[in-house]
């Protein structure tokens, strides 16, 4: 979980509403053109826990991604094995060890304030999760995606356990599916060059 900052991004971003059409698509078409060409090793570390529901965005995303077995992406952090603030550090170490030369994309939720809540933001550059609590942990990928389902606050911890399932749920389906419509544009590429 990080609290959103503009500041905190480089200018190399994309902040879209949840409920705006053609998200899917706008996301993935961004996230396709934010990968390097020259690699397609891409590996998704979706964090958070499903113990708060706030939290739970990363790994119901990375529930929904690997439900789809032609998905061209390796996908860590579900419902039934998080990554979290507890094994970060662990989990990110066999990453880089296994794979080798990806590019990692992160995924997490995010806190925000009131009128950006809904958003749906990527960006060039590493997540730095933990900021809504102070926790010093690993920065993570070279490019991430955030769902700011709501609002910060001095009681983060509260605001995470009350959050609604419903805005979590909608954004984690739309960012998936961004990652599917990323996936049929690296095909689509792949099989121009063959």
Known sequence: MILSDQNDYKANKMTVFYKDKFISQKLGQYIYNSIPKNNDKIAIICIGT???TGDALGPITGSLLSKRNQLSFNVFGTLEHPIHAMNLEKELKKINETHIDSTFIAVDACLGKINSVGNITAAIGPLKPGLAFNKNLPEVGQIHLTGIVNIASPSNYLILQNTRLN?????AELIAQSFFYCDY???KSNNTIN
């Open 167 to 171: 805005i979590v749920m909608k954004q």
């Open 185 to 187: 544009l690296l095909s």
């Open 50 to 52: 499903d113990r708060s």
